[in-house]
């Protein structure tokens, strides 16, 4: 835990150093859970966008995109159900004047438990050596049961005191579970009370009767509202998705963790709509789709799982999350949801209109049914940055550290680094550079020895390095340099951009 915990650390300050995220409003000390992006940041994240806009929309004859606004009429957070119950149940310490989310209170201090249980794994693996049956010792081991005991109890009243809003039951277990305040040490709380997570503003001037309106907590409501239109203006037929990539803001208390739980974030969001009776078919269909995607970025299988929700939201029929293994542990990434009709028909019942497709082959009408897939950008952002963050040996004993982005995501594709400054080399790179560019996002760099220039591009991951030497001024040949394996090949000046596209797409 502690080296992940120090490889968080790196992460973040070489994210920083290297121009990927900066804490918003440095010069002012920040703005807590607020994050900005530098210049190869906002490019990975482009190419994310990209790549979830070309899976989902591109290749889906039958998903289109929207963009809605922001700003949205205020009952519509009343029909989503945003207004009564988009909270979190806070408590207080009253010594170190600190505000926690109950629930991550008590889910922490069974975290703990966890890493007990771990730690007993660790010690008799290490005393049993190849005999050592992981799966016997935790279900025989007096303690370690009696650990899963415990963890067992605690869920058995955290919640279902959560669903039933029994936020003196929350309370009461804070206080039997003896949890302090991690700053003042201290047992002396507040009540638990619910504080809704929406921001506000107002729209209008005070003097005109200004109206109360909200930042959208999630994009989905910005599809849902635009269904009609976009299925009688895109004479789309069921089933049918709609896809969004926007901002999202939730006046998050526990904000921690770097880019993982923001104040302001970016959402990769699917509505997909069907006839009722075949939601399950379609939610099983885009689980696989989803994770299938993840795996396509060739980041290994074993940093992903599927977290299958047992207690669902009223409005679900089914819901799964696939988690990410951050260096903080196995992390909410992305969430599918069978949301039935529940969206559609409350903004009928709110709007007073029909949110409603005429099916010309059972020639009925109906309000259909939703698969959502919803996708934080900014923590698959954190996904990928995690991933591949390495610090290697070399076989001369050096040290680099190196982004493995996947090369498709890779912010800079190619660097084109003339082998000295003079002798005709740079004239030649800049040739090559300026054809390059119209393909690629691209770099020319002269300045320094060769071997830092490598380095600084294996810093920001940039997936190849073409190198110009005086052999290329004689036979059009450049080399170019693998990142990963630093691997490097002799190859045509007219090959560079067709070698480059060929590679990205076998994701190598
Ligand atoms: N429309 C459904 C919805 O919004 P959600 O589980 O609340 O569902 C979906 O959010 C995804 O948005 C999450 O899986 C996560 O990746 C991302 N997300 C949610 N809150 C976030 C936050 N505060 N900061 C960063 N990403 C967040």
Not at 117 to 123: F, R
Not at 251 to 257: D, G, K, L, P
Not at 326 to 334: D, N, T
Request: charged share 30%; glycine share 6%; aromatic share 12%.
């Amino acid at each position: 835990m502690a080296n992940n915990e120090d490889l968080f650390k790196k992460l973040i300050s070489h994210a920083r150093e290297y121009g990927f995220v900066f804490p918003s409003s440095e010069i002012y000390d920040g703005l807590s859970a607020v994050y900005d992006y530098g210049q190869y940041g906002v490019e990975l994240k482009n190419n994310i966008k990209n790549y979830w806009w070309r899976a989902m929309v591109q290749h889906h004859e039958n998903i289109v995109g929207v963009d809605s606004a922001i700003f949205m009429h205020p009952t519509i957070w009343k029909a989503s159900g945003h207004v009564d119950a988009f909270n979190d149940p806070l408590i207080d310490n009253k010594d170190s004047k600190k505000r926690y989310r109950a629930d991550v209170l008590v889910e922490d201090h069974m975290a703990k438990i966890e890493a007990k249980i771990e730690k007993e794994v660790e010690k008799a693996a290490k005393r049993f050596g190849d005999t050592f049956d992981k799966q016997q010792f935790i279900t025989t081991n007096p303690r370690v049961v009696e650990y899963f005991k415990q963890i067992e109890e605690i869920k058995q009243r955290l919640y279902p005191a959560l669903e039933q809003n029994d936020l003196t039951g929350v309370k009461q277990l804070i206080e039997d579970l003896e949890i302090v305040c991690p700053i003042s040490g201290s047992r002396n709380w507040t009540d638990v009370r619910q504080f809704n997570l929406m921001f506000s503003t107002s729209m209008g001037s005070t003097a005109d009767g200004a109206n109360i309106i909200y930042l959208r907590p999630e994009t989905a409501q910005g599809i849902f509202v635009n269904f009609l239109n976009i299925q009688k203006s895109g004479r789309m037929k069921i089933p049918f998705g709609i896809a969004q990539i926007g901002k999202a803001f939730r006046n998050e208390i526990v904000a921690r963790q770097f880019i993982f739980r923001m104040r302001e974030f970016e959402q990769m969001e699917m509505q997909f709509f069907v006839r009722p009776g075949e939601e399950k078919t379609w939610y099983e269909y885009w689980k696989q789709q989803r994770i299938n995607w993840h795996l396509s970025l060739g980041i290994p299988a074993e940093k992903y799982r599927f977290h299958d929700h047992e207690k669902l939201a009223h409005y679900a029929n089914a819901a799964a999350d696939i988690e990410f293994e951050f260096p903080f542990g196995f992390k909410e990434l992305e969430g599918i949801h069978s949301r039935t009709d529940f969206d559609l028909s409350s903004h009928q019942k709110f709007s007073g209109k029909k949110m409603q497709y005429f099916d010309p082959e059972l020639n009925e009408s109906y309000v259909p049914f939703v698969i959502e897939t919803s996708i934080g950008l900014d923590r698959t952002f954190l996904a990928v940055l995690s991933n591949a963050f390495t610090e290697e040996i070399l076989t001369d004993g050096s040290e680099r550290v190196v982004m493995k982005i996947p090369p498709v995501l890779a912010p800079i594709k190619a660097a084109v680094l003339p082998l000295i400054k003079k002798d005709g080399l740079p004239e030649k790179a800049r040739e090559i550079f300026d054809t390059l560019k119209l393909d690629f996002m691209c770099q020319y760099d002269e300045k320094d020895a060769i071997g830092r220039r490598y380095r600084r591009q294996d810093a920001i991951g940039t997936a190849y390095c073409i190198t110009i030497d005086h052999q290329t001024l004689e036979d059009n040949m450049v080399t170019i340099r693998e990142r990963d394996t630093m691997s490097q090949d002799r190859i045509g000046i007219e090959a560079i951009s067709g070698i480059i596209t060929k590679r990205i797409k076998e994701n190598r």
